[in-house]
C-alpha cells in the first residue's frame, strides 16, 4: 500500500479562456506565450512594480521564463511564468501579473 497524502489548493479560478479579458470594457484580447527575450528585460524590474527578480530568474540555466502578451502587440507584457523541465515534470517556480494587471480593490501590493 502507497502513503500517498493528498494536497488540496486554495485558490478560485473565475474563468479559463485563452484571451484577456478587460474587466472594465468587457473587451476580450486572444493572446500567445512567447520566450522572454533579453530585450525584453530592460522594463521587468522592481523599480516599474513588477515583485520577482525576472533578470535572475531569466539567467538561470535550467530554467525557461515566457511572456504573455496580447497578439500582435509583443511589447506590451501582461504577465510571466518561468519554468523548469525536467525529465519525468515541469515544475512552474515563478508566475507574475504585470503590475498594471493587478486590481486596485480585490488585492494590494506590499
Do not use: C
Amino acid at each position: 500500500m502507497s502513503n500517498l497524502k493528498k494536497i488540496e489548493q486554495d485558490f478560485i479560478i473565475g474563468r479559463l479562456t485563452n484571451s484577456i479579458l478587460n474587466t472594465v470594457s468587457g473587451d476580450s484580447f486572444q493572446t500567445e506565450v512567447i520566450r522572454l527575450g533579453k530585450s525584453d528585460l530592460k522594463n521587468i524590474t522592481k523599480n516599474k512594480g513588477w515583485s520577482f527578480n525576472w533578470k535572475a530568474e531569466f539567467n538561470e540555466i535550467k530554467k525557461e521564463v515566457y511572456k504573455l502578451t496580447i497578439i500582435n502587440n509583443p511589447t506590451i507584457i501582461q504577465g510571466l511564468l518561468s519554468l523548469t523541465i525536467e525529465q519525468d515534470h515541469v515544475f512552474m517556480d515563478l508566475l507574475e501579473s504585470a503590475p498594471f494587471n493587478i486590481g486596485k480593490t480585490n488585492y494590494t501590493r506590499e
